[in-house]
């Protein structure tokens, strides 16, 4: 065999890129000290909080169910179902919790059970597991204010810019723009993305109003295949899609200079898996931390991101 795999992943990038839209300052502080050795991985300190513990004492399969899961279903507005689906993928029951949460954030589990008899029995989840989700999300968002008003400002500046055809309306280091028949969001690299017929619409929101009623919003409506029905029809925009569309189309945008970068210096990309790229080069030439640095500086436009990545080099593939 004369040739080898080099293969690196970048470390938890929709939580980096995430933050960094939004601005969430001590989030990216957390990050750049864990980086540097002096602070905790983000998942135990979310795990921490949860089972009422220190982050270093969080077990590496404790870091997995109750760090990622609610890093993971939190970040784009997810609520107590977004929480339990992702849950469910991890073998974690969110209600076992509701124990440690009562004894240890007792006035967010009364928000939440007050949460409950407004729009929590539509959900068809059992109640300890709802109200144990929703005190996690309510804890969660506490903690990240830039977050949740980023949600709140991309989902008004689409609308605004719905009502301005032809107006640039920025929204942090992203924009939206009316032009025709789309709706064009730009993102920090210059990319855009598209979003065709355009226009607003009223739509029943899953909780009552203060009449006792469904309440009714405003929303951003706009053309698409719907994820269940396969079908091209009428899609609906909220902050959180807008925050993860935009997310995740920066984490792609950081990945596909990535590879130009590996490509320029003579490592070949055969392939890449979510937020991973895999080079074949011949044995003896270069070394994972080449690869990994390669792979993570940054462009002009990302600015202060820290974006790391983690690698290996074998005569296989493996995960």
């Known amino acids: 065999m004369s040739n080898k795999l080099v293969a690196a992943d970048f470390s938890n990038i929709e939580g980096r890129v995430l933050a960094w839209l939004a601005g969430e300052e001590w989030k990216l502080d957390a990050f750049r000290a864990f980086d540097a050795g002096t602070g905790h991985d983000l998942y135990k300190i979310t795990a921490g909080g949860i089972l009422d513990k220190p982050p270093e004492d969080v077990t590496k399969d ?49 928000k939440a059970e007050k949460a409950w008899h407004a729009r929590g029995k539509r959900s068809g989840m059992a109640e300890r597991a709802w109200v144990s989700a929703e ?45 025709g028949s789309f709706m064009f969001l730009q993102l920090p690299s210059g990319r855009a993305l598209c979003y065709p017929y355009p226009k607003p619409a009223i739509k029943e929101m899953p909780w009552d109003g203060d009449d006792g009623q469904p309440a009714m919003r405003r929303v951003f409506s706009y053309k698409g295949v719907d994820s269940y ?37 003579n490592y070949p990309v055969v392939l890449t898996v979510h937020d991973e790229c895999v080079s074949e080069v011949p044995l003896g030439f270069g070394t994972v931390d080449e690869f990994c640095a390669i792979m993570t500086e940054n462009p002009a436009w990302l600015g202060n991101c820290p974006v790391t990545a983690t690698g290996w080099e074998g005569p296989r593939y493996k995960k």
């Open 229 to 265: 029905t396969r079908k091209w029809s009428d899609c609906y925009a909220y902050g959180g899609l807008w925050a993860e569309n935009v997310t995740q189309a920066v984490a792609r945008d950081i990945l596909a200079e990535a590879i130009v970068r590996l490509e320029e210096r």
């Open 62 to 110: 404790e870091r997995q169910s109750h760090g990622k899961v609610p890093e993971l279903a939190l970040g784009f507005a997810g609520g107590p179902g977004a929480f339990q689906a992702m849950a469910r993928g991890y073998g974690v029951d969110i209600g076992a919790s509701f124990d440690v949460l009562l004894r240890t954030v007792p006035e967010a589990v009364e």
């Open 135 to 179: 005190t996690v999300k309510i804890r969660w968002r506490q903690k990240h204010p830039a977050t949740t008003a980023f949600w709140w400002n991309l989902q008004d500046a689409a609308l605004e810019a719905l009502d301005s055809p032809g107006s640039t309306v920025p929204c942090g280091p992203v924009k939206f723009r009316k032009a």
